[in-house]
């Protein structure tokens, strides 16, 4: 398979957040009156009362270096844990951390995990690094409260510490939507891996930044065509369809109809879109009319921390290598399905060699059915 990309060099661009995970029950969201599955902003001074709490502090917080493309990145790193080590296979993660304990700790475990820190620091001193809480119900649902500290603090592409020469031997630049709150910031950084020769994908990541970054999604980024590559699920993919109108009762619409609708919408200005599904699996299509689908895996889900996240680099990997549509769906899917098995948006060795090597087979796989096509055409 012919790689996609100039080099198999990536970077992560996005919040570097410190992921606090702790187990809770129904009863412990519904007398903090929070909804399952909401992601919310919160000050410092809220996130440590939180903690103090008994319910949420309860002896088994999990802590790990989070933040939607810092977990691709990590999942990257993993995924190539047994290539020789090289330029060529670097995996990078840039944002901004605070000038303290946590930051030293996610540069740490960062690196631990494989993906080399570029990760400047907030001159402001009391501004700590961001962090998120995230509570797990019995279900298996995230409800995740965030402290967004030094991270909200990189304001200009001037603080990166990286410029458009930088990125010449960079083949992936990957952005999370939250990098769509800072659309000056993004759009500098894509403009500069576009003119470097980088593709660059983005992970929509939330229905709520659909619906708060709409206008700076479609004018700054959607209409330059400043992405190759956008991934979103079915949330995601009904709130571009409330957002651009693109159906005249989108409350009352089949999710066939939405994720349809969006798709089309999508690849007027994206040249691979790609839909997750939940249990049904995902939906790519390609600008040029090309569609494959892949099912989902057959999993306990413990936690979705971090699924979607892994979807993404699933895929990602297999495209940077040239695998087919549907390969990179399977890749995905697969991805995914084992991080809903795991506490946190973290495999353990045994884990992360185990999808590793799921992953290749899926490659080995789709490369045997390329090579017995061309046989056979060559034949004709």
Not at 205 to 221: D, G, H, P
Not at 281 to 289: E, K, P, R, S, W
Not at 347 to 359: D, S, T, Y
């Amino acid at each position: 398979m012919a790689s996609r990309t100039s080099s198999g060099r990536i970077i992560g661009f996005g919040d570097p957040v410190l992921d606090l995970v702790s187990s809770v029950s129904f009863e412990a969201l519904d007398s903090l009156d929070m909804q399952a599955g909401g992601c919310t902003a919160i000050p410092r001074s809220e996130l440590e009362r939180l903690l103090s709490l008994p319910e949420i502090n309860n002896g088994d917080l999990l802590t790990v270096p989070g933040g939607s493309a810092c977990n691709v990145c990590k999942c990257l790193a993993g995924l190539r844990a047994n290539r020789p080590k090289g330029l060529d296979d670097e995996i990078l993660f840039i944002g901004m951390i605070g000038m303290d304990s946590a930051g030293a700790d996610f540069h740490s475990m960062l690196e631990a995990s494989g993906v080399k820190p570029l990760l400047p620091q907030c001159d402001t001193e009391d501004t700590s690094t961001a962090s998120c809480l995230c509570l797990v119900s019995p279900d298996g649902q995230r409800t995740m409260r965030t402290y967004l500290g030094a991270a909200q603090k990189l304001t200009s592409a001037e603080q990166l510490p990286i410029g458009t020469s930088d990125l010449e031997n960079v083949g992936l630049v990957h952005f999370e939507g939250y990098s769509l709150y800072k659309i000056d910031v993004a759009e500098a950084t894509m403009r500069s891996a576009r003119e470097a020769g980088s593709k660059i994908s983005l992970d929509l990541a939330s229905f709520e930044i659909v619906n708060n970054c709409w206008e700076a999604l479609t004018e700054k980024i959607l209409k330059e065509k400043l992405v190759d590559i956008l991934f979103c699920n079915e949330d995601e993919a009904r709130a571009a369809c409330e957002a651009g109108k693109l159906l005249e009762d989108v409350a009352n619409s089949s999710a066939d109809d939405v994720v349809e609708s969006a798709l089309r919408y999508l690849l007027q200005s994206v040249e691979v879109v790609v839909i997750s599904r939940g249990a049904d699996g995902c939906l790519v299509g390609t600008a040029d009319g090309q569609r494959a689908t892949a099912a989902a895996e057959n999993v306990t889900v413990i936690d979705t921390i971090g699924a979607g996240d892994y979807f993404s680099a699933g895929f990602l990997h297999a495209w940077v290598s040239g695998a087919p549509l549907v390969a990179c769906a399977a890749c995905g899917c697969a991805a995914g399905g084992a991080a809903v098995q795991a506490a946190g948006a973290e495999l353990g060795a045994v884990e992360m060699k185990a999808l590793r090597n799921k992953i290749q087979s899926i490659l080995d796989s789709s490369s045997s059915v390329d090579e017995r096509n061309q046989s056979y055409m060559q034949l004709k």
